[in-house]
């Protein structure tokens, strides 16, 4: 019995280019969505608290260039530009910090799947809101002594929202994709 499959090696597998307007423009655009759609959208219909575009965003570029260290400076930049847009009462950093953690991590762990499956999506934004979640609160509340609440119930709701409209934004996103 012989095998056939092939033997990616790191470098072989699809990395993905963005244009520089893209690369700028896709992030900026969903952190202004995040901040500014709440004032224009009463709070009993509003969903957006629990939505996180710019997380979904940076799971999205480090996935698709697969390099740890563009995955954690995209996460970095995302979350810095969120935290200038928070207010005036927001320690500048702590989305920063978040979003970095989530930059790294995906970027190292789109080599290893297949970043393109909806189940695969889907499981990543799922898992990687817990992570983002957890090093915020972990920073805001252990750090800062920020007053926070720990809620699973509201972050397991908040990790399936985002995961179910992740695999609608990442499909947008793709085609933004350049090899």
């Not at 320690?91 to 799947?113: D, Q």
């Not at 002594?145 to 992740?166: C, F, K």
């Amino acid at each position: 019995m012989t095998f056939r499959g092939s033997l990616t090696s790191r470098e072989q597998v699809s990395v993905y280019q963005f244009s520089w307007l893209a690369i700028i423009l896709i992030p900026l655009v969903a952190v202004l969505i995040q901040v500014f759609i709440p004032v224009f959208i009463p709070a009993k219909i509003r969903l957006l608290p629990v939505i996180s575009l710019p997380l979904l965003v940076t799971i999205f570029f480090a996935t698709a260039r697969r390099n740890p260290i563009s995955g954690l400076l995209t996460g970095c930049f995302i979350g810095l530009l969120q935290d200038l847009f928070a207010g005036y009462n927001h320690p500048l950093g702590i989305y920063g910090i978040a979003l970095t953690v989530v930059g790294f991590l995906a970027s190292s762990l789109g080599v290893k799947i297949d970043i393109e499956n909806p189940g695969s999506r889907f499981l990543i934004t799922f898992v990687f809101f817990g992570v983002e979640d957890g090093v915020y609160y972990g920073v805001a509340h252990g750090m800062l002594r920020q007053p926070l609440e720990w809620s699973w119930s509201h972050m397991a709701i908040s990790a399936l929202a985002n995961a179910v409209i992740g695999i609608f934004v990442f499909r947008f996103l793709d085609r933004f994709k350049a090899r």
